[in-house]
């Protein structure tokens, strides 16, 4: 109890730290929205009988969104508060370290939400993306939001051991999440890409964020299409959840206070 | 008299380098006790084993009846630290790390108090980037007093301050220490060693050379004093353990005044520089 009201504070104070960097807040919420923009104006062309390219960009655009709200906030911010000394000073504290994580997750889950909503109704508004058309689809984008959220929270605070310090966490971290994009479907048609480097995006979250997101804004006679010719919602969810595990005691085990 | 810290034997190395050589030391609840050494004898790395923050290669420690390695979150609930260096939470504003704080402790003080208490009223509502370096000191003090601690470690923590800054601190860390604080200190200022501590002791290459009050560290009580005047001939200094006895004399052989005359003791600097002298 005491860990999650002060898990609650630490969220409070972490949204305020949040919403005061400008650059963050541009960078993570707005970045993918100009990218949706700019990729959407210019690859209008349809890709099957009623799918654009634009609504098979932003479905994994959103997906994408997750990784960067969790996974790439968090390599990155929390190395730079192992620099700063927040995490020395905190360890110093009667805080239950459990709070600072929940604090993470709180951000993250605002920051997620806000960056899908725009996307959606961006999407909507300017590239006929569809809204799901079924209760069971709108079911399923919220375990893929909650899921893939989790997912990305977990990684980016295990990742965050990775980095010697805050300046090159960015460095590492920007390069390896626009990569994965590439391999998983985001900025080209998943299918057309090598096989290779379908087997290797296969691995991680993202591939399966992506897809079931497109199975989510994407009328049901694109399944076809993917790469086993359906959408794969069972394994989705099962990778996922097995990511969402293996992440979260990848943290617990490799976390760092400090930069030794 | 009731032990806060205990330390038997305690040593540490790093990649081989012995940076700890066992030592023994025994901090009383409620007194100011400060560490002096050069830099790099150790003192960061003793208080750092002591919060907890480091582990020792050998030895017995206690801090308030546990042992810092495995220190819990109820055992940091009654210690207080104010760490060397940070630069956290540039875009919240004082109170709002200071409140903040405050929940993480069973029974932390009033926010407001303490943010009064450190000097910082005047930039309660203003963002922590735009501190000055003492102030940021402050406000490092305020988050380490925040959850009325037992024990306060203090790392160097009037680096930065002007003349009338340390003078306050002094005054509030007496204060503390007149509440039942005890208040562990390192410094490189002799002057603070020396206004604040019941006691100190000397780290040197890893080893305490000396564990004694300010007034008789090295002997200082019993050391001569230094007496220095000016006649036709030039300047004169003498040492005497009997400086009233040799100044009535000299002033026997002047008509008046000795012009120049000044009678000092050895400082707490004159003393500790001579303890250390060859051995940083």
């Known amino acids: ?260 | 008299m009731q032990v806060a810290i205990s330390i038997r034997g305690a040593t540490k190395s790093y990649d081989g380098k012995s940076v700890l050589q066992g030592i023994d030391l025994e901090i009383h609840s409620g007194e100011i006790f400060a560490i002096l050494g050069p830099n790099g004898a150790g003192k960061t790395t003793l208080v750092e084993i002591l919060e907890g923050y480091r582990n020792r290669d050998g030895g017995e420690i206690s801090v308030l009846g546990s042992d810092p390695d495995k220190g819990s979150l109820e055992w940091r609930n009654r210690i207080g630290i104010v760490l060397q260096s940070a630069s956290d939470a540039g875009d919240l504003t004082v109170t709002e790390v200071v409140e903040n704080f405050a929940h993480y402790y069973s029974k932390p003080r009033t926010p407001g108090t303490v943010i009064d208490q450190v000097g910082l009223r005047e930039k309660a509502a203003s963002k922590v980037s735009t501190l000055s370096g003492g102030q940021r000191r402050r406000l490092d003090v305020a988050l380490g007093i925040i959850g009325s601690p037992e024990i306060l470690f203090l790392d160097e923590p009037t680096t930065g301050f002007d003349p009338e800054a340390r003078r306050e601190f002094w005054g509030l860390i007496r204060r503390l220490r007149d509440e039942g604080t005890t208040i562990l200190l390192t410094t490189h200022y002799l002057d603070e060693a020396e206004e604040l501590a019941d006691r100190v002791a000397v780290l040197v290459a890893g080893r305490i050379s000396e564990i004694a009050r300010p007034s008789e560290l090295g002997g200082r009580n019993r050391k001569g004093a230094l007496i220095s005047w000016s006649d036709a001939s030039g300047d004169h200094l003498e040492e005497s353990t009997r400086p009233t006895e040799f100044i009535a004399t000299l002033s026997a052989t002047f008509e008046g005044e000795i012009p120049n005359l000044q009678v000092r003791r050895p400082t707490l600097e004159d003393i500790y520089l001579e303890m250390i002298e060859g051995q940083a």
């Open chain 1, 1 to 260: 109890m005491r860990t999650l009201v002060i898990g609650a504070h630490r969220g409070q104070l972490e949204l305020k730290q949040f919403f005061r960097q400008r650059e963050s807040v541009v960078f993570t919420l707005l970045f993918p929205i100009m990218l949706m923009f700019i990729f959407g104006s210019i690859f209008k062309n349809s890709i099957a009988p009623g799918v654009t390219f634009s609504q098979y960009f932003i479905a994994g655009m959103i997906a994408s969104g997750l990784v960067n709200s969790g996974f790439q906030q968090l390599a990155i911010m929390i190395p730079m508060e192992r620099d700063f000394g927040t995490l020395k000073r905190l360890r110093g504290t009667p805080m239950p370290p459990l709070s600072y994580f929940i604090g993470k997750l709180v951000v993250v889950a605002v920051s997620v939400t806000i960056q899908v909503v725009l996307l959606m109704g961006f999407g909507e508004l300017f590239f006929h993306l569809h809204m799901p058309t079924s209760g069971e689809k709108w079911l399923r984008l919220l375990w893929l939001i909650l899921l893939g959220s989790i997912c990305s929270t977990v990684l980016g605070i295990a990742f965050s051991a990775l980095p010697k310090n805050g300046r090159g966490a960015s460095a590492i971290v920007s390069p390896i999440v626009i990569v994965l994009q590439f391999f998983s479907g985001v900025f080209f048609v998943f299918t057309d890409l090598p096989k290779w480097m379908q087997q290797l995006a296969a691995i991680f979250p993202l591939k399966w964020l992506t897809q079931g997101m497109r199975s989510v804004f994407l009328p049901d006679s694109f399944a076809v299409k993917e790469a086993t010719g359906s959408w794969e919602s069972g394994r989705i969810f099962i990778i996922l959840l097995a990511w969402a595990v293996a992440g979260t005691v990848l943290a617990v085990k490799s976390f760092r206070w400090s930069n030794k």
